[in-house]
């Protein structure tokens, strides 16, 4: 049920914020290690492949889905090449910020939480980034700017965030 998954998400995505396990880290350390050990990662991108972001309540989920995916990732940095190497999240991710879909909080958000992932994830993330020709695809979505500012604020969160990104592959030698 949809609506069961999305606030599972939502539930999960609060458990492990920053500021609600600011003093427990150690806990939420370890309820991320569980998570990943139960296939949280697989759920996620199943999930995501199947929600439609033109409903609010399923926008929201997407939302919370790339919330935990980021916490996890500040808890536990090896969460990051462990979701960069999982077969679907970096799919998913690369969709979601194509350069023809809206600049909207989610496309932004999307693209942080890649940002992050690449960053964090060591060089296993890049080069699997690398491969997925995500190089490319970034400098598409941040083509139309070169040309416009952008005019929202998403539009400029969304081009920081994909210049993080490119930064995040493009600062690695070799």
């Not at 919330?67 to 999982?86: F, G, K, M, Q």
């Amino acid at each position: 049920n949809g609506d069961i998954a999305a606030a599972s998400i939502e539930l999960l995505s609060e458990l492990t914020d920053g500021d609600a396990v600011e003093d427990q880290e150690a806990e939420a350390g370890v309820l991320v290690d569980a998570l990943l050990e139960g296939g949280l990662l697989e759920a996620l991108v199943h999930r995501l492949h199947s929600l439609n972001e033109s409903v609010a309540e399923e926008a929201a989920a997407v939302y919370n889905a790339l919330s935990l995916i980021e916490n996890a990732v500040e808890l536990r940095l090896e969460t990051a090449t462990v979701a960069a190497e999982h077969p679907g999240l970096l799919d998913w991710m690369l969709k979601r910020l194509r350069p023809k879909t809206t600049a909207d909080g989610n496309k932004q958000y999307t693209a942080e939480v890649l940002a992050v992932i690449l960053q964090s994830g060591g060089e296993a993330a890049r080069k699997k980034f690398v491969e997925l020709n995500g190089v490319e695809l970034m400098l598409r979505a941040v083509a139309p700017y070169k040309a416009r500012d952008p005019e929202t604020a998403e539009e400029r969160e969304f081009v920081e965030n994909a210049f993080d990104v490119l930064c995040a592959v493009l600062m690695e030698p070799g």
